[in-house]
């Protein structure tokens, strides 16, 4: 290989990266941190502090927080709303492990609580438990099938996975329900990279 040629491969390899974290950026941002409270905000009381974005308050403040809640859902177990309050103040610090296991403890206590099922596939998503993220979701979308929000999730945990074929028919879900989502041509882009690498050479 010639020194141009090498040079072409080394940008080639580099662009590719550049394009996967900015794709990985995008989307973190959408169903990363902060996306599972959104399900249920409706649920909170007037007072609870903000889930996501734009929040001044200090870190220390957000920590004391963290720590109120822990102690509460661990104090008393059998208290759905603690557990989520914990989970989602835990994944706002992304502490994912720890938010699943609070979500885990809230969906024994109400199974069908539908936004718990959701964000136990967000909170495993974002802990890189793509297995488990996909089983929690493939339940969510049993219940609501036509759930853009879980159906685009669905379609970035698998371009993150890398598998192609999944992803495919997860991005033909979420066009069938939401032609016009914002998100549809990143994931066209990352699918239509992943199916070329996937081409024997």
């Known amino acids: 290989m010639t020194r141009e040629n090498l040079l072409f491969a080394i940008i080639g390899v580099l662009l590719g990266f550049i394009i996967g974290f900015i794709f990985a950026s995008t989307m973190n941002q959408r169903y990363g941190p902060g996306a599972p409270a959104a399900a249920s905000t409706q649920n909170l009381p007037a007072d609870h502090p903000?889930?996501?974005?734009?929040?001044?308050?200090?870190?220390?403040?957000?920590?004391?927080?963290?720590?109120?809640?822990?102690?509460?859902?661990?104090?008393?177990?059998?208290?759905?709303?603690?557990?989520?309050?914990?989970?989602k103040l835990e994944y706002r610090i992304e502490r994912f492990d720890q938010a699943v296991e609070f979500l885990l403890k809230a969906n024994q206590l109400k199974p069908n609580d539908y936004d718990v099922v959701v964000m136990l596939g967000a909170a495993n998503l974002a802990?890189?438990?793509?297995?488990?993220?996909?089983?929690?979701?493939?339940?969510?979308?049993?219940?609501?099938?036509?759930?853009?929000?879980?159906?685009?999730?669905?379609?970035?945990?698998?371009?993150?996975?890398?598998?192609?074929?999944?992803?495919?028919?997860?991005?033909?879900?979420?066009?069938?329900?939401?032609?016009?989502?914002?998100?549809?041509?990143?994931?066209?882009?990352?699918?239509?990279?992943?199916?070329?690498?996937?081409?024997?050479?």
Request: glycine share 8%.
């Open 50 to 87: 903000p889930i996501q974005g734009g929040d001044p308050q200090n870190p220390q403040e957000i920590f004391k927080q963290v720590q109120a809640s822990m102690k509460k859902a661990r104090e008393e177990p059998n208290n759905f709303e603690a557990q989520v309050e914990a989970a």
């Open 127 to 201: 802990g890189g438990h793509f297995d488990m993220a996909d089983k929690w979701y493939k339940i969510a979308l049993g219940k609501k099938p036509d759930d853009v929000g879980v159906l685009a999730s669905v379609a970035y945990l698998h371009l993150q996975k890398g598998d192609a074929k999944e992803a495919e028919k997860a991005i033909a879900s979420l066009a069938k329900a939401d032609p016009g989502n914002q998100d549809l041509p990143q994931f066209r882009d990352r699918l239509t990279s992943l199916q070329s690498a996937e081409k024997p050479k």
